[in-house]
């Protein structure tokens, strides 16, 4: 039976340099050539920062509403609006939910903040490090 894998055996004595074989940059995925030690400080920080978010609901019924809004993700809270008046099917009201969500969007923008249909009468706006 013929092997697949064979042993090479060296006769002479004599050692030949080894040629290291570089790896052509991977950009971003390239490997961490060196570890972060955690600052234990820091970490302790950002866990008293997580513990004081709150999970706050809001009738939404204006634009006067949206400050209120702006104010709680800027605080880091997670908002449930309840959009149930203005979403009723009426253009009217549709066109004013579309105004007040933009609106939103747009004064949270640099927050980071998400907004998410829950559904046909609730809308969640979180913060940053929020992911869902």
């Known amino acids: 039976m013929r092997s697949l894998f064979k042993r090479v055996r060296r006769t002479d004595s004599s050692e030949e340099p080894t040629v290291q074989r570089t790896l052509p940059s991977l950009g971003l995925f390239a490997p961490v050539s060196e570890s972060k030690q955690p600052d234990p400080q820091r970490e302790i920080k950002r866990l008293a920062e997580l513990e004081q978010i709150f999970i706050r609901t809001r009738k939404l019924e204006s634009l006067a509403d ?18 149930a008046r ?13 105004r007040i969500i933009e609106r939103i969007r747009g004064e949270t ?24």
């Open 66 to 83: 949206v400050p209120d809004i702006v104010s709680e993700i800027r605080d880091g809270n997670i908002v449930l609006l309840d959009i």
């Open 86 to 98: 203005l979403n009723d099917g009426n253009d009217k009201t549709h066109l004013e939910l579309k």
């Open 109 to 132: 923008r640099g927050y980071q903040a998400e907004i998410a249909l829950v559904n046909d009468d609730c809308i969640i706006v979180t913060p940053s490090f929020v992911s869902f």
